[in-house]
């Protein structure tokens, strides 16, 4: 009988997962894609390059505009008051507190003919069914459960844990979107805020936002939304951009596609900002490529202060020697709870949603982020990343090499099935 020495190193992993009892999934392939094509950065090509990947290319006829932090709720606000047909709300987390409060009052206010309609997952949303929800249908709200948790109580092996969604959409009359990190958390005045990072699109590419809503809605039972959802495409600025939606895959997400492209089309920068950076081997691979071929490539992720998914941070820093030791520079986020989630490729591209960087966030849950081709609101990103830089501490190669046994062994452990939510 071969001893534990002698079982491939995969293998041991797994027999210790089976042995503890715990759920060490690795969903990483080393045939994922990559991307080594020199791409442009912006322009027709790099329009065919993500239609190729993901189906949808940049368009035309777009007002674009960053949203940051406390700004959020207040474009939130300011789309339910200029609705005059619908408000749509996709959450992955609405819990109660001052912010949920705020936009019960807005959307309680709203016009008297505009049509709300809201869909929550219960998983983040501890408190929502019984405090929120009543609150939303006294007001006409027509309120929704994406995949409820129905019929039994959930343990943690229920793979109803799965398959949720990570998206975050607000849509006003098929005309204006926003999109970004995270969902309604229970904020309070003495509480540090978040720090989150949306985009606020007019234009062509809101119906693919809206459709991705009504994708959603129609699964969750609330049937399909009217004509009147869809109208017709006015172009609103010059901006070109498109919304990517992205479905769990066991083997290439729509996420991961699109996340190839924007960085493969880097030519002297590749800023990212994630709060969940557990890479896949693809995309470690291509960050190197990236940095060995001269490009900026500066990665900023949450730290032990600002993690809001703190069984994550082991996971995260496993991959940052490889990263440092090949020119890649890493900083940790400390003032406050991280979740955005950007792109920025040289001085044109933008990407901002809620994408992961992490196989079981593309394997398991629905995600979303406008690709956006222009050159203000990439100054815009770029002094937003270049402020959190000041509030962030930078892991360099030296102190990394010689950090003690203890972070060593807690860097090297794997990533549950939970993932990122």
């Known amino acids: 009988m ?22 060490c999934i690795k969903r990483d392939f080393p045939q994922k894609l990559r991307i080594r094509e020199d791409l442009p950065s912006s322009g027709p090509q790099l329009s065919l390059a993500i239609y190729q990947s993901v189906g949808v290319g940049l368009n035309a006829g777009h007002g674009v505009e960053l949203v940051e932090d406390a700004r959020i709720p207040e474009a939130i606000d300011t789309q339910i008051r200029q609705a005059r047909h619908s408000i749509h709300l996709l959450m992955s987390r609405w819990r109660p507190g001052e912010a949920s409060e705020r936009l ?3 959307l309680a206010a709203r016009q008297p003919d505009v049509t709300c309609r809201v869909l929550v997952d219960p998983l983040l949303s501890p408190g929502f069914s019984e405090q929120v929800e009543p609150q939303l249908v006294k007001s006409g709200c027509e309120v929704r459960a994406y995949r409820p948790f129905v019929g039994q109580e959930v343990v943690f092996s229920d793979s109803r844990l799965e398959a949720r969604t990570h998206l975050q959409l607000v849509i006003r009359d098929g005309r204006g979107g926003l999109t970004g990190g995270s969902g309604v958390d229970a904020a309070s005045a003495s509480a540090p805020s978040s720090r ?6 007019e234009g062509p590419a809101v119906r693919q936002l809206q459709q991705s809503f009504a994708r959603d809605w129609l699964e969750s039972g609330g049937g399909l939304l009217p004509e009147s959802a869809f109208p017709p495409a006015e172009p609103r600025g010059d901006a070109r951009a498109a919304f990517i939606p992205s479905t769990g895959s066991p083997s290439l997400s729509h996420s991961e596609r699109m996340v190839q492209v ?28 990236k940095a060995q071929s001269g490009v900026d490539v500066r990665i900023l992720v949450p730290g032990v202060e600002s993690n809001p998914e703190g069984h994550v941070l082991s996971a995260q820093r496993s991959t940052y020697e490889r990263l440092l030791e090949n020119g890649v520079r890493l900083w940790e986020y400390q003032r406050a709870p991280l979740r955005a989630r950007t792109v920025l490729v040289d001085e044109q591209l933008v990407a901002v949603g809620s994408t992961s960087l992490e196989p079981n ?6 995600e979303g982020a406008f ?13 937003s990343f270049e402020r959190d830089l000041t509030h962030a501490a930078e892991v360099r190669k030296d102190e990394w090499r010689d950090r003690g046994w203890l972070q060593r062994v807690s860097t090297s452990l794997p990533l549950s099935e939970a993932g990122c939510l």
């Open 2 to 23: 071969p001893s534990l020495g002698d079982v491939k190193p995969s293998a041991r992993l797994l027999l210790v997962c089976l042995l503890c009892g715990t759920a």
């Open 104 to 106: 019960l009052r807005a």
């Open 196 to 201: 989150d990072t949306y985009v606020h699109v």
């Open 262 to 289: 924007l960085m493969a089309s880097a030519r002297h920068r590749l800023w990212l900002t994630n709060a969940c950076f557990v890479p896949s081997s693809a995309t470690v691979d291509t960050l190197i490529h």
């Open 361 to 366: 966030a593309h394997a398991l849950l629905e």
């Open 371 to 383: 690709v956006i081709e222009d050159g203000s609101l990439a100054r815009s990103l770029a002094a």
